[in-house]
């Protein structure tokens, strides 16, 4: 598996998205991914799976080689809810270390120095690796790489062909900041667009496997859901394949202004 380095963390480049896959399933899921190749799980708090996810990581016997993301809910990120939060992660996941700490969404009613410091002291104490941060726009990563008192490795961030997000994927490079990207085949939405269809056909691979391609031929990291264990493996079979600079252009000319999937508007909002 490839990896992305930030700040000297390694990330794998493909990991497996959980939201949504819940008890058995996900725990299935989850050991079958990692005995096929998967050295990445992403869940949350929000996902209510941390304990599938956990039981499909020990299921494995591969703990030590898997990286797992889990993710602080917006109402927890006050100092002392966090660290909180995150033991209670610790104990439903029943794992020794949280390997990668994020924000899962920024909360303007808690100052993110205060926040980011919590995450840190999670860090010294060896709760957590590394940490960082998800849905930050551009302002709030060059505050949150202002305040943090440890390094921030990655934002991830919904990404996919149909959203432009240069902007923010460049302040992510510029702060040598890992992009991850949430949503990476749109919700299923890259099968039957015609233009990933076509260049699939043309590299023997399925839409969303372009799709996926397209993110992690440009250093993205991507972390694709499935619920079917027969899509695992089409989901990490990237790199039997290369698409033209053309074929780049072309993709990225699929962006469009309600390109976005997740809805932002349950967020905390700003004065
Ligand atoms: N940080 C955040 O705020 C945030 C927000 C959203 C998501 N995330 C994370 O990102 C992960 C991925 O995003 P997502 O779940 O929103 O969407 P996604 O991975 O883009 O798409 C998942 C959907 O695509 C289908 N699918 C999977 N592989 C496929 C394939 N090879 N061909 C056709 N369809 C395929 C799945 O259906 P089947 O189950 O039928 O295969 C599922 O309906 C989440 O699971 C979560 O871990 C984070």
Redesign the pocket.
């Known amino acids: 598996m490839q990896v992305v380095e930030a700040k000297d963390f390694k990330i794998p480049i493909v990991g497996l ?5 819940r008890g058995r399933e996900c725990a299935r899921l989850v050991e079958q991914a990692i005995r096929i190749g998967y050295r990445h799980i ?3 708090q929000m ?1 209510d799976n941390e304990a599938a996810v956990g039981e499909g990581v020990r299921a494995s016997g591969l703990r030590s080689e898997v990286m797992i993301t889990t ?1 602080v809910q917006p109402e927890r990120l006050a100092p002392h809810d966090l660290e909180r939060s995150v033991k209670q992660s610790l104990a439903h996941l029943r794992l020794d270390v949280i390997d990668l700490l ?1 924000i ?2 920024p909360n303007p009613r808690v100052p993110l120095a205060e926040t980011l410091g919590a995450m840190a002291k999670m860090k010294r104490e060896g709760f957590v690796r590394q940490i960082g941060v ?2 930050f726009t551009v302002a709030l990563l060059a505050e949150a790489n202002k305040v943090s008192p440890e390094p921030l490795v990655c934002n ?3 990404c ?1 062909p149909f959203l432009d997000q240069d902007k923010v994927i460049a302040a992510c490079r510029k702060a040598g900041m890992a992009v991850v990207a ?10 039957g667009d015609e233009v990933l269809e076509r260049i699939g056909k043309a590299h023997d691979k ?4 372009v799709c996926l391609r397209w993110l992690t031929q440009q250093g993205i990291v991507v ?6 264990i027969e ?1 695992l493996g ?2 990490i079979a990237l790199f039997d394949f290369e698409l033209s600079d053309t074929e780049m252009r072309e993709i990225a000319g699929l962006a469009r202004r309600d390109g976005r ?2 809805d932002w508007s349950w967020s905390p909002k700003w004065d």
């Open positions: 998205g959980t939201w949504a896959l992403d869940t949350a996902y993710k994020l899962h969404w998800s849905n991830q961030i919904e996919h949430y949503s990476p085949i749109a919700r299923g939405g890259a099968n399925s839409a969303a496997q972390i694709p859901r499935t619920s079917k899509r089409e989901n999937i997740v």
